[in-house]
């Protein structure tokens, strides 16, 4: 079962939807995330720079006036240094790192501490746990006193604020998060529904086409750029279609048409031949008639044939280099007996050299000169002139006689058409020569070309490329 174009159109808008609102939320995500990990950095970053100026201060303070009995009985100036900030301890050491400390100043017992820390080479940074869970980073370094004595230095900062920034920048993000996914999801589906919006035009106007009517075209007004170049390609295939239509549609009358009288006469005379007994010979001039009209209908279905294969734009023909002096000699000489009857002298000059098959532009030329001798008042003369130009080598065939009129000259190539129906058909013309000859140029990328004064003198020319303008087979 074939889906509705809305149920289509809806199912291209969920899927568009969807995977813009995956795509916005990911990226959500990836930004919390990198917020969180830059907020997490930079924080530890001023911690540790808030360490290291403390340590100078009291590297400073130490190496100032201080022995290591003042730290214990004046530790005045180290406490300036260290009060008011409640998140800091300091922890001074002797030489014995493993006994009591000299010195211990902050709200927070921090023993005992890491043993990293009391280690003569004790890492520049220690982010670690207290007892009571508390998320510290403390930095440990050996300072000189004024008389030579050296004491350790542990220096500790409680990260708790740091961790509750942290916790509450989570917090806000795993309740707002959801609200901007829902943002992001209506969004999305906003901009879906507007951008799909003139595809809407798109399915009303295929929902008009019919076979019967492919006069429809989409409007390409305030359409975005690529759509706007769809519809054009759309409007173009439609017109082409519509002309194809129309074409074989007027193609099938006229068929209809012309078979249509030789059936009926073919069907009358039978009939009334049958209707009562008859002498022999009349029976034979009734077949011999329908023989005749046989024949007629042979030829336009040989020719519908070849039309066909001509016309159709998968036909594949190799092409080759033709001599069109050459062709139209060989075509005078398969014409000559038809000319002698008629007193009619030919003339031909010229040549030149084109890509094409040689069978079909045989065929070309000799329809056009049919055409000529059919035409040409007895004892007249027709002339084939073979002329090259700059781009193009053409072909002409002309002839005196009563010439075509100027209404008719622009209708001579099609299908069926004649400009002097009765006297055609009598002459045993198909209607189908110069479709023929227009449909070879087609295939040969050429064009056909006719002028005619009426009374005096009618020219056909057929105009190829040049040898070294091939045209694409």
């Known amino acids: 079962m074939k889906a509705s174009p809305q149920r289509t159109a809806s199912s291209l808008s969920m899927r568009l939807g969807l995977t813009v609102s995956l795509m916005g939320a990911g990226l959500v995500l990836l930004l919390a995330t990198l917020a969180y990990l830059a907020l997490s950095h930079e924080l530890g970053s001023l911690a540790r720079e808030s360490l290291n100026s403390k340590l100078e201060q009291i590297r400073h303070t ?92 542990v220096l500790s900062l409680d990260r708790a604020n740091d961790q509750a920034l942290l916790s509450a920048y989570l917090r806000s993000t795993v309740i707002a998060l959801p609200l901007l996914l829902m943002l992001i999801g209506i969004g999305a589906w906003w901009v879906v529904q507007r951008g799909l919006a003139p595809l809407q035009q798109f399915s009303r106007v295929a929902a008009k086409v019919t076979t019967q009517d492919l006069t429809h075209r989409l409007s390409p007004d305030n359409l975005p750029r690529e759509l706007a170049e769809l519809a054009h390609s759309i409007n173009f295939m439609l017109h082409r279609l519509d002309g194809g239509v129309q074409q074989l549609s007027q193609f099938s009358d006229d068929l209809a048409h012309e078979l249509r009288s030789p059936i009926t006469n073919l069907m009358g005379k039978a009939q009334v031949t049958l209707s009562r007994e008859r002498p022999p010979h009349e029976y034979k001039a009734v077949l011999e008639s329908s023989t005749e009209e046989l024949e007629r209908l042979t030829r336009i279905v040989s020719d519908m044939l070849f039309l066909a294969q001509v016309s159709h734009p998968a036909s594949q023909v190799a092409f080759e280099e033709v001599s069109l002096g050459e062709e139209a000699r060989r075509v005078t000489e398969l014409f000559a007996l038809s000319a002698e009857e008629k007193h009619l002298g030919i003339s031909l000059s010229g040549d030149g050299l084109v890509y094409g098959d040689r069978l079909m532009i045989q065929r070309a030329i000799s329809n056009l000169l049919s055409n000529a001798i059919r035409h040409s008042p007895r004892a007249s003369s027709i002339s084939i002139l073979v002329e090259e130009h700059d781009s193009s080598v053409s072909l002409s065939v002309g002839n005196p006689g009563a010439g075509i009129p100027e209404q008719h000259l622009e209708h001579l190539f099609e299908r069926f058409y004649r400009v002097d129906s009765s006297r055609s058909r009598a002459e045993g013309g198909t209607g189908l020569g110069l479709a023929i000859v227009r449909s070879i140029m087609n295939l040969h990328q050429g064009r056909t070309e006719v002028s005619s004064v009426p009374g005096s003198f009618t020219l056909f020319r057929l105009v190829f490329a040049r040898l070294n303008h091939p045209p694409r087979a």
């Open 62 to 153: 130490l190496t100032s006036d201080l022995k290591t009995g003042d730290i214990a009985a004046r530790p005045h100036s180290l406490l300036d240094l260290v009060m008011g900030h409640d998140n800091l301890h300091l922890s001074i050491f002797g030489a014995d790192p493993q006994a009591e400390p000299l010195l211990n100043i902050g709200n927070r017992n921090l023993e005992p501490l890491p043993v990293a820390l009391t280690q003569p080479e004790s890492p520049a940074f220690l982010d670690w746990l207290d007892s009571a869970g508390n998320r510290l980073l403390s930095t440990s370094s050996l300072i000189s006193l004024r008389n030579g004595e050296q004491v350790r230095v």
